[in-house]
């Protein structure tokens, strides 16, 4: 898989999911200019059987002739019968379109899901996270790391603490990687570092002021390290929620097309991998218009329990989305925190530059995720996406 540069994959994906919410309000919208038109035929049609049965009512109380009595009571029960296989045939309507509508809901998020994955995954925000807070990677650190290190390795057989910290530092990073300056290592190290500085003459006051600098940006950025991760340690919980929402999603949507009868090989050539609108248009109709024949025959078939598995489809396209908006929300709630932590210390003196030159690329992140993603629009719209009969 070859990944374009970060800033252009973002557009681009912007503007796909762009294309595809227009493909489906379009085919969305269709569904309701059918059912209204429908609906309308319904409405007409019960208002004059209602008016045929008042009018009955009043003609059968006003008659004296047994035979036209019953004649129009007769009448009467089958203009009833009528207005009643109306309103079963308005229900009908209502489960096609609302089955529709969550076909073209569930096969639209397969354009809206992968896209985040790759959103979480390939951003230029996260590497420059972690280059800010790997000290190597600020000016005269790892010269004077060489310098540190080279003390650690002389002084180690005199200093148990000294000792601890060489084998922590062996196995956990070396002077060409990044400083191990969290986790068990953190105390081991400061006390190295504090040891170095103590063991420097007045001769060396050059060093000393060095080290001291380098102690205090350890010091900081082993702050900004450990409010990172905190940060960090909710993302990796919404990125494997989001991983169990992908294999849910899958599972529904697989299964939806096999009642349709639609073959994955098919959906992927026409629709996932299609790139051109209008032939994903003509795809999406031809899946709805294949939706409310589903509905038709299951009514067909069993005309007392119909409804059921219909309405279990319904109800799990409907919960798949408001998990997708509960995740987008959350995604929105982390990036509002690396904002906190870029606020936090892109004033400071030692590591101030680099977390501002950081915000640049959040900003642009922010702006990419606006574009695509609305958790409002998206949790209401999941409870707006059916029609009450």
């Known amino acids: 898989m070859v990944l374009l540069h970060p800033c252009y994959s973002q557009t681009a994906d912007s503007a796909s999911l762009s294309t595809d919410k227009n493909i489906r309000n379009k085919v969305l919208s269709d569904i309701q200019d059918n059912l209204d038109k429908k609906s309308k035929v319904i409405d007409l049609t019960l208002t004059r059987l209602d008016h045929k049965v008042d009018s009955l009512d009043i003609?059968?109380?006003?008659?004296?002739?047994?035979?036209?009595?019953?004649?129009?009571?007769?009448?009467?029960?089958?203009?009833?019968?009528?207005?009643?296989?109306?309103?079963?045939?308005?229900?009908?309507?209502?489960y096609q379109a609302n089955y529709q509508s969550a076909i073209i809901n569930l096969v639209s998020m397969d354009k809206e899901i992968k896209p985040l994955v790759l959103f979480n995954a390939t951003k230029s925000f996260f590497s420059t996270l972690n280059e800010t807070s790997n000290p190597m990677n600020y000016p005269g650190y790892q010269d004077w790391y060489k310098r540190f290190y080279a003390y650690i390795e002389k002084e180690k057989d005199h200093d148990p603490a000294l000792d601890v910290l060489h084998d922590m530092v062996t196995v956990t990073g070396n002077i060409t990687s990044a400083t191990p300056i969290a986790g068990p290592v953190f105390q081991a190290?400061?006390?190295?570092?504090?040891?170095?500085?103590?063991?420097?003459?007045?001769?060396?006051?050059?060093?000393?002021?060095?080290?001291?600098k380098m102690f205090l940006l350890t010091a900081k950025l082993s702050q900004f390290d450990y409010d990172k991760?905190?940060?960090?340690?909710?993302?990796?919980?919404?990125?494997?929620?989001?991983?169990?929402?992908?294999?849910?999603?899958?599972?529904?949507?697989?299964?939806?097309l096999a009642l349709l009868r639609v073959a994955p090989a098919e959906y992927k050539n026409r629709y996932s991998r299609e790139t051109d609108a209008d032939r994903r248009y003509q795809f999406l109709t031809e899946l709805r218009k294949g939706a409310s024949l589903l509905v038709t025959s299951r009514k067909s078939a069993d005309i007392k329990t119909w409804k059921q598995p219909i309405?279990?489809?319904?109800?799990?396209?409907?919960?798949?989305?408001?998990?997708?908006?509960?995740?987008?929300?959350?995604?929105?709630?982390?990036?509002?925190?690396?904002?906190?932590?870029?606020?936090?210390?892109?004033?400071?003196?030692?590591?101030?530059?680099?977390?501002?030159?950081?915000?640049?690329?959040?900003?642009?992140?922010?702006?990419?995720?606006?574009?695509?993603?609305?958790?409002?629009e998206y949790i209401?719209?999941?409870t707006r996406m059916y029609l009450v009969n």
């Open 59 to 94: 003609e059968i109380a006003a008659s004296r002739d047994a035979r036209d009595k019953a004649d129009k009571l007769l009448q009467r029960v089958q203009a009833l019968e009528k207005r009643q296989a109306a309103i079963e045939e308005n229900e009908l309507y209502v």
């Open 189 to 212: 190290f400061f006390i190295g570092i504090n040891s170095y500085i103590g063991s420097l003459s007045s001769k060396r006051k050059a060093e000393r002021e060095m080290s001291q």
């Open 229 to 256: 991760d905190l940060i960090e340690q909710q993302w990796e919980i919404v990125t494997k929620e989001l991983e169990k929402l992908q294999i849910h999603y899958d599972t529904i949507l697989n299964q939806n």
């Open 311 to 376: 309405y279990y489809e319904l109800m799990d396209v409907q919960s798949l989305k408001l998990r997708f908006g509960d995740l987008t929300f959350d995604i929105r709630g982390i990036l509002s925190k690396y904002n906190e932590l870029i606020l936090k210390y892109r004033n400071d003196p030692e590591i101030g530059l680099k977390v501002q030159a950081l915000e640049v690329k959040l900003n642009a992140l922010n702006d990419t995720f606006d574009q695509a993603f609305d958790p409002t």
């Open 380 to 382: 209401n719209s999941a």
